[in-house]
């Protein structure tokens, strides 16, 4: 409101002598056309052209390094995860073989033991049968013997039953031998 | 209406005879001299060609000097960056404003093909910006201020909005371009007419806008420091020092602002005539 009564006692006090402010006056506008197509000239030229081509040049430049450490980053990621990978593998692996290699030798120890067990067994069941089978030969050998011995001492006593001094004498004489043996 | 102002006008001058509000305008309109007061008055050369008044006046003298501060500033910055890519000082000023036009302005209005349009949207924007500002300094004028320059500047946002749709879209396509997709035959006419029209009050208020923001601040400022001499006290000092203060900052936002918006708005414009499917 108060604008337009402002408007109006400008207009007042032109009197429309020296003009309104709505007033288009050709000669300006021609000097604005050939002031701003100038300008437009002179400053494509000179500026537009240079400055927006920096920026373009620069705004790519930008962007590439980005990308560039982008890539770089993602190759780093994929190493270190590729690494990972591969020590777990390795540790796996690793881990697989000394439990391959308890067990191997769990059961290697198992069979030795058995192995040596069954041996001694054997061993001694070996052992004891020899020693009975020993033991019978001895007894055998002895009962042939015992028969023997009494067979001999029988004859000899029926032999020596004749007379008393050559019994006595045979007595003796066997008991020589037989301390002699 | 005009005739009631008129009236009005005329009531309110016999009210207040000997009253005279024709500094405001001494302020706000065009003229042959270049007002420094205390320094005197240097009065432009006149020149008549053609019939045409082809004089010098103050608002030309303040484009020329808008263009020449342009062309300083810029031939230092194309330097600065031949120098190196990283921005400096002035440079970094000017890529904050170069890059708006480009990436909130013609990027998204034009889309593809904003290329084209950008050296003269960045002309007109940072003309007008500059043109906007010189009117806040002391002894300057604002040729933004003034209808014939802002009608120009509209004038030239129509030509390069209507070149630029006829050489996308080609001489008859562009014609029935303008047309929205399917509407009933019949409206076909009306509906031509209307678009035609709008073809011619889009630059239209583009003009009166720009024109229209640019006075009414400064009329505004002066009314405000005139309100001391008509009152004739002091009191009134203190108010109307601050509110013109105000009212300077509020214009030194519009300044920057009529510029995005003239520039926003052709761009607009620019980017529904080339791209017409949308």
Redesign the interface.
């Given at each position: 409101m108060s604008y337009r009564l402002l408007l109006v006692l400008a207009l007042v006090s032109e009197g429309g002598a020296s003009g309104s402010p709505l007033d288009v006056n050709p000669g300006l506008m021609l000097w604005t056309i050939v002031t701003v197509f100038l300008l437009f000239l002179v400053l494509s030229k000179l500026a537009w052209k240079p400055i927006l081509k920096s920026l373009n040049e620069r705004e790519n430049f930008i962007r590439e390094s980005i990308e560039k450490a982008e890539n770089a980053r993602k190759e780093a990621e994929r190493i270190i995860a590729e690494n990972k990978a591969n020590l777990q593998k390795a540790e796996a692996e690793a881990q697989k073989i000394v439990e391959q290699g308890r067990e191997y030798a769990e059961k290697l120890k198992m069979q030795i033991l058995e192995e040596s067990k069954a041996q001694a067994k054997k061993m001694i069941e070996d052992a004891q049968k020899e020693i009975e089978r020993k033991n019978i030969e001895a007894f055998s050998k002895l009962k042939e013997q015992v028969a023997d011995i009494a067979v001999a001492a029988a004859e000899k006593i029926i032999r020596e039953n004749l007379d008393k001094e050559k019994q006595i004498k045979l007595i003796n004489k066997y008991l020589e031998d037989l301390s002699k043996n | 209406m005009l005739l009631n102002?008129?009236n009005?006008?005329?009531t309110?001058?016999k009210a207040q005879s000997g009253q005279?509000?024709?500094w405001?305008?001494h302020h706000?309109?065009?003229?042959k001299e270049l007002d420094l007061t205390p320094f005197g008055v240097i009065h432009l050369p006149e020149l008549h060609l053609f019939g045409?008044?082809?004089?010098?006046?103050k608002?030309?003298v303040f484009?020329?000097i808008a263009?020449l501060i342009?062309?300083i500033t810029?031939?230092k910055?194309?330097k600065s960056?031949?120098k190196s890519?990283v921005p400096k000082g002035v440079t970094n000023l000017?890529?904050v404003l170069?890059?708006f036009v480009?990436d909130e302005i013609a990027k998204p209005t034009i889309g593809q093909g904003h290329?084209k349009f950008?050296?003269?949207l960045?002309?007109?924007f940072?003309?007008i910006l500059t043109c906007n500002f010189l009117g806040l300094l002391p002894y300057a004028a604002t040729?933004t201020?003034?209808?014939?320059?802002t009608?120009?500047?509209a004038i030239?946002s129509f030509l390069v909005i209507q070149i630029g749709g006829i050489l996308k879209n080609g001489f008859v396509g562009y014609f029935k371009g303008l047309l929205p997709h399917g509407i009933p035959f019949w409206l076909v006419p009306i509906m031509f007419v209307v678009e035609l029209l709008g073809l011619f009050t889009k630059p239209f208020a583009l003009a009166i806008r720009l024109?229209a923001n640019m006075?009414?601040g400064h009329?505004?400022i002066l009314?405000l420091l005139g309100l001391i001499f008509i009152l004739r006290t002091y009191f009134v000092v203190p108010v109307s020092i601050s509110f013109a203060l105000f009212i300077y900052l509020l214009e030194v936002l519009v300044a920057i602002i009529q510029a995005y918006i003239f520039t926003m708005l052709s761009s607009l414009f620019i980017g529904m005539a080339y791209h017409q499917e949308h």
């Open positions: - | 102002n008129i009005l006008a005329d309110l001058k005279d509000t024709g405001i305008m706000i309109l065009d003229s045409l008044d082809l004089s010098i006046t608002h030309v484009m020329w263009a342009l062309i810029f031939i910055v194309s960056y031949k890519l000017i890529e170069v890059l480009r290329e950008l050296p003269y960045l002309t007109v940072f003309f040729s201020s003034n209808l014939a320059v009608a120009t500047l030239m024109f006075t009414a009329i505004v009314a």
